[in-house]
């Protein structure tokens, strides 16, 4: 079951979040970041536990990010995920928001969501406010995907303005070991 994440919810988000940054799967989170955004996440629930978190935040008029997409590794390959980035569609779709990305390094995964993979540099500067925490902000090497919504109308807004060049963080090539 989905249902919003509450407070009492953060603990066991950050378990499951960090034991993935462990890896260098993902960012690792802590509890003034959760507590911040707590009310972009929602959670998955199974039986008593929670084993899986997943938010979606609000980028521009036309563009809303999945953002700390994580599943407990017991419960990997059961759906999960797919159904917490379906939530974020439906989310958008509510909020009129017509395109939804993801930085991730779980290409074929979101591909089968519909995410296309697109230049970073198409993407707005905003989003890469997280990487001034990111280890790997000098040698970015996630992928950058989009899943556009054709139903949701193109909102007559003005446009996040485009990353300027010589800007590094989003553009850096991709880097072998
Ligand atoms: C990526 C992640 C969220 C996927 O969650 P999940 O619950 O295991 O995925 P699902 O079971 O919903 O998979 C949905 C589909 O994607 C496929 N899939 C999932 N992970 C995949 C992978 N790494 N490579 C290829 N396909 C994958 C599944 O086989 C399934 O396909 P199907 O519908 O044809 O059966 C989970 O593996 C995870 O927490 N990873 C670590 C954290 C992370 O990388 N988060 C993403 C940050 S953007």
């Known amino acids: ?4 994440a509450t407070i009492h919810d953060v603990p066991r988000i950050q378990e499951i979040i960090n034991s993935h940054a462990e890896l260098g ?14 009310r972009d996440f929602v959670v998955y629930e199974y039986g008593d536990d ?3 978190c997943c ?3 609000i980028i521009w008029a036309d563009l809303a990010e999945v953002r ?3 599943v407990d590794d017991n419960f990997r390959g059961r759906g999960i995920g797919r ?3 379906e939530w974020c569609v439906d989310e958008a779709r509510r909020l009129q928001i017509r395109r939804i990305m993801s930085l991730t390094y779980e290409q074929a995964f979101f591909a089968k969501l519909g995410f296309e ?6 993407l707005p500067l905003k989003v890469w406010s997280d990487c001034v925490r990111c280890p790997k902000r000098d040698g970015c090497d996630e992928i950058a995907m989009v899943r556009e919504l054709p139903e949701v109308p193109m909102a007559v807004m003005p446009t996040a303005p485009p990353t300027p060049r010589g800007v590094s963080i989003p553009v850096l090539e991709h880097v072998e070991d």
Do not use: C, H, T, W
Not at 1 to 4: A, L, T
């Open 25 to 38: 799967r993902m960012l690792f989170k802590n509890y003034a970041q959760l507590y911040e955004d707590l």
């Open 83 to 85: 159904r917490m980035v």
């Open 1 to 4: 079951m989905i249902r919003p």
């Open 68 to 70: 700390s997409l994580a």
């Open 117 to 122: 993979v697109v230049p970073k540099e198409s």
């Open 50 to 52: 929670v084993v899986g």
């Open 55 to 57: 938010a979606l935040g």
